[in-house]
């Protein structure tokens, strides 16, 4: 069984994203172990020495056979060159080609507004929702599910992110190109030899 370890940036992804990975991996056939993500707050990434820190610790939880996944919002800025640029440095870190780097744009629940029929009556959140047109598109995807729940309950990535991580429909989340690249990605970690 492989390992893949992941470096993420907030709280809720901590929970979420080994769900997430572990869902992938089933839909493709695999079986993977997903060590409890080291998480890097988005604003030290740019720091000298933090991301590769944050990078070195994965590596040392995915052993010389496991690979790395590095899943950060992309926030205000261009997913594919800031992803390049963490991509550079996260593999002077572990230059074995076993990492990826994937940006969500704009921010990981973008993927929850792509796949929205999945999740409706989920959470709180109402039965009759729709996908956006653009969902990646919306700067504030975590205030969209919040104003789909009733007006006493709000979205919350701690509480509500990995529930709705281990629910919403994949394939959908595939229209969204930034999940389409998780998707892509976590394959290719999965089905390299070593």
């Known amino acids: 069984m492989k390992t893949v370890a992941v470096v993420v940036e907030g709280h809720g992804e901590v929970q979420a994203v080994p769900v997430l990975v572990r869902r992938i991996a089933a ?19 740019d720091r000298a020495g933090e991301f590769e820190k944050a990078v070195e610790l994965a590596s040392r939880d995915a052993g010389e056979e496991g690979s790395i996944l590095v899943l950060l919002d992309a926030d205000r800025d261009c997913p594919a ?39 409706g009556g989920r959470r709180g959140i109402s039965g009759s929702v729709a996908s956006p047109a653009d969902p990646e598109a919306i700067r504030d995807a975590k205030g969209v599910l919040s104003s789909w729940m009733p007006s ?43």
Request: cysteine-free; charged content about 30%; hydrophobic content about 50%.
């Open 81 to 119: 060159q800031l992803a390049s640029a963490l991509a550079s440095r996260a593999e002077a870190v572990r230059p074995d080609g076993m990492i990826r780097v994937v940006l969500a744009k704009a921010e990981f629940e973008s993927w929850f507004l792509a796949a929205a029929a999945s999740i």
């Open 27 to 45: 839909e493709l056939g695999h079986g993977v172990k997903v060590p409890r993500p080291v998480r890097i707050r988005r604003n030290r990434v």
């Open 152 to 194: 006493n309950r709000s979205y919350r990535p701690s509480r509500d992110q990995a529930a709705l991580a281990a629910v919403f429909d994949l394939r959908a989340a595939r229209s969204a190109p930034s999940f389409d690249k998780l998707w892509r990605d976590v394959k290719a970690l999965l089905e390299a030899a070593r």
